[in-house]
């Protein structure tokens, strides 16, 4: 395919209203759509994964990061700030190296998996931990937008979800039309972006947009509950959050598509975590199996034979090596440097 790696800025140029600015690229999107014979089988459904741990900086962030940063160079700011459970900050921080500006992350302390804080520390980012939650994070950031030098790249930031819509045309563009989407909801950002782009992708391709299904974790599940949850707790830290900034959009894209939203226990997402390496060899961060774990809780109830799906694999696994460590580990068996003494390994039975 002659796009490839071009980014998603000058793959959908017709679809993204830059206002003039100069399109940039780290040749984010394209990502894989992988078919799971695994959750097919379980499903009685066609389920495809769209593997979003592929884009740059590893996570669907990159999608919307692209349309800030490029947006944030035309209005010559310096500094791109944003609170973070991890995958933002990762984003803005490689935007902000290759596009020489400044990157300050705000980040819940102890709360971010290691492989996002590494990322970020590699880029050169200003990292700031609060003694508070994402929540608190976000509220100081929000304190910021009247300084002149700094861009705010969280999803409050409403070229963030523009070009994080961009994942649903490639569904559709590889698949024609699905049944329903699957996806984890923290701030709700990206169940809004996904139902924007169908909307908008259905009125010119002639096909019916998705039933939008979203999964929050049961210890932090407000929009599930209907009210803000004070101390949100889950093992999925991409996800841990209280009082999602989108939540109003997320509502109108549930009502809108004929959706509905569910939690899922802690115990659910690990199990779909390890499920999804050791039966599709897809290797994701934990709030990514919050998708997971929901289609197949759902399809205990629900009817979903023959149907098209598409579960959104929001960010790669290797951000978050501490929780595989936990709970996906095996043996590791000792031996000589002798043949015989690794064969004997091998043939071992576990
Ligand atoms: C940000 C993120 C989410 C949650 O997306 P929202 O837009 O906040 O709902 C889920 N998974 C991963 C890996 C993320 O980085």
């Known amino acids: 395919m002659i ?77 791109l700030v944003c609170a ?19 990157s300050a992350i705000i980040i819940p302390s102890g709360n971010i998996a290691k492989g996002k804080l590494a990322q970020a520390m590699a ?18 950031v929000r304190k910021l937008e009247n300084e002149s030098s700094i861009e705010i790249v969280n999803s409050i930031n409403p070229h963030r979800i523009e070009g994080q819509k961009t994942a649903a045309f490639e569904i559709i563009d590889s698949l024609g039309s699905i049944d329903y989407l699957c996806i984890p909801v923290g701030n709700a950002g990206n169940i809004s972006a996904y139902w924007k782009g169908f909307k ?63 939690s899922v226990t802690d115990d659910e997402i690990i199990e ?21 774990a929901g289609l197949l809780k759902l399809s205990k109830k629900v009817d979903f034979n023959e149907k098209k799906i598409t579960c959104v694999v929001t960010g790669n696994g290797l951000k978050d090596p501490s929780t595989s460590e936990k709970f996906a580990s095996t043996n590791i068996y000792p031996a000589k440097s002798e043949l ?6 091998i043939n071992k039975k576990v």
């Not at 900050?89 to 020489?100: E, N, T, W």
């Not at 880029?123 to 100081?140: E, H, P, R, V």
């Open 340 to 345: 015989s003494e690794v064969l004997e390994a």
């Open 200 to 262: 908008e992708y259905s009125s010119l391709k002639n096909f019916d947009p998705p039933k939008m299904l979203g999964f929050q974790a049961e210890g932090a599940a407000p929009i599930v509950k209907g009210k803000v949850i004070d101390s949100p707790d889950t093992i999925a830290t991409a996800i841990r959050i209280g009082n999602p900034a989108s939540w109003k959009s997320a509502g109108i894209a549930l009502a809108e598509s004929n959706g509905s939203i569910h």
């Open 123 to 140: 880029f050169g980012a200003k990292i700031i931990a609060i003694d508070g939650s994402f929540d608190d994070a976000l509220n100081i």
């Open 3 to 79: 796009n490839m790696g071009i980014g998603i800025l000058h793959k959908y140029k017709d679809h993204i209203d830059l206002d003039g600015a100069a399109p940039i690229s780290m040749g984010e999107g394209d990502t894989p759509l992988i078919y799971s014979d695994y959750l097919s089988k379980e499903t009685g459904a066609s389920v495809y994964l769209k593997i979003e741990g592929c884009n740059p900086s590893g996570s669907f962030k990159d999608r919307g990061m692209v349309v800030a940063v490029c947006k944030a160079l035309q209005k010559n700011k310096k500094i």
């Open 272 to 292: 779909s975590y390890v499920n999804l390496a050791r039966k599709d060899g897809v290797y994701c961060e934990p709030a990514s199996a919050a998708g997971i």
């Open 84 to 102: 973070s459970t991890g995958n933002t900050s990762a984003s803005a921080s490689a935007y902000a190296a290759k596009f020489g500006l400044t």
